[in-house]
T-cell receptor, first 114, second 110 residues
């Protein structure tokens, strides 16, 4: 079946502009996670959704970052007034929940802020 | 901080079994051991997970010691396509973010 999809795959923007990144989780997956990976660095947790609510936002680096999820499905990560340090690959993962709650990752969106 | 310790890198000859170790001495009773890998420029790929019993699937086997303080991921017949960074992670299910450490960079040698 279809996996997690993300769009766009690549985004180049100018410093100070706002960007929106989209994640379509696997159908039926109630949990959704956002991570980011800067060049040569490990993966960094950003936010977790269970349904439409976000019980853990502890990884969002600043108030320029926000995310929402509607209908328990699609999620959008918004970065306002982008900075060069926001350049990274933004990864989305979803999971069914349950005893093991395996997270499945999408291909990521590569964001470049000029 | 990651709760696991892995070697920085390993080499394995193509066609041989690749054995990747992981130490997780502070693992709690309700935490699972997960393995993911990340091939260059791709998102992390789930491999296998376990709680206390050894597990096997079409990709790999997971051997967990009886005290659960360490585990080994086994790729039975490594191919060049298995070249990747392998992450060993411990976490409780649902709602727990994955904390990725540095992982092990596995090089498969032709």
């Amino acid at each position: 079946g279809a996996g997690v999809s993300q769009s766009p795959s690549n985004k180049v923007t100018e410093k100070g502009k706002d960007v929106e990144l989209r994640c379509d989780p696997i159908s039926g997956h109630t949990a959704l996670y956002w991570y980011r990976q800067s060049l040569g660095q490990g993966l960094e947790f950003l936010i977790y959704f269970q349904g439409n609510s976000a019980p853990d936002k502890s990884g969002l680096p600043s108030d320029r970052f926000s995310a929402e999820r509607t209908g328990g499905s699609v999620s959008t990560l918004t970065i306002q007034r982008t900075q060069q340090e926001d350049s990274a690959v933004y990864l989305c993962a979803s999971s069914l929940g349950g005893a093991a709650d395996t997270q499945y990752f999408g291909p990521g969106t590569r964001l470049t802020v000029l | 901080d990651a709760k696991t310790t892995q070697p920085t890198s390993m080499d394995c000859a193509e066609g041989r079994a690749a054995n990747l170790p992981c130490n997780h001495s502070t693992i709690s009773g309700n935490e699972y051991v997960y393995w993911y890998r990340q091939i260059h420029s791709q998102g992390p790929q789930y491999i296998i997970h376990g709680l206390k019993n050894n597990e096997t699937n079409e990709m790999a086997s997971l051997i967990i010691t009886e005290d659960r303080k360490s585990s080994t991921l086994i790729l039975p017949h490594a191919t060049l396509r298995d070249t990747a960074v392998y992450y060993c992670i411990v976490r409780v299910p649902l709602g727990d973010k994955i904390i990725f450490g540095k992982g092990t960079r596995l090089h498969i040698l032709p």
